[in-house]
Nanobody, 123 residues
Framework: QVRLQESGPGLVNPSQTLSLTCTVSGGPDIISHYYWSWVRQPPGKGLEWVGSIAETGHTFYTPSLKRRTSISRDSSKNQFTLQLTSVIPEDAGVYYC???????????????WGPGTQVTVVP
């Protein structure tokens, strides 16, 4: 059974870089298969796909965030990381890491989620 756990700072200042890590457990080399995604939920709003990294290492980002987003992975640690630069107040919300079958915001293609981590943007 795959398990995901997000970690990272809960508070970030505007213009700084948000870095979150997702640690995956459930088998050796598990992160080298499937798509691994970041999804966020701003306060009072729905889920927003941020981006994904494929088993090939290729990355995909939602167009509105592409310029500020980078997703990478460390297969030796079964971890993948989100970096979001030049943070703005609208980046606040709950950030989830998840396993998916494609790089998209179609959540029916997602089968495993982390519990989520709250990110607050503090002036």
């Amino acid at each position: 059974q795959v398990r995901l756990q997000e970690s990272g700072p809960g508070l970030v200042n505007p213009s700084q870089t948000l870095s979150l890590t997702c640690t995956v457990s459930g088998g050796p080399d598990i992160i080298s298969h499937y798509y691994w995604s970041w999804v966020r939920q701003p306060p009072g709003k729905g889920l927003e796909w941020v981006g994904s990294i494929a088993e090939t290492g290729h990355t995909f980002y939602t167009p509105s965030l592409k310029r500020r987003t980078s997703i990478s992975r460390d297969s030796s640690k079964n971890q993948f990381t989100l970096q979001l630069t030049s943070v703005i107040p609208e980046d606040a919300g709950v950030y989830y890491c998840a396993r998916s079958w494609e790089a998209s915001g179609d959540y029916s293609k997602y089968d495993s989620w982390g519990p989520g981590t709250q990110v607050t943007v503090v002036p």
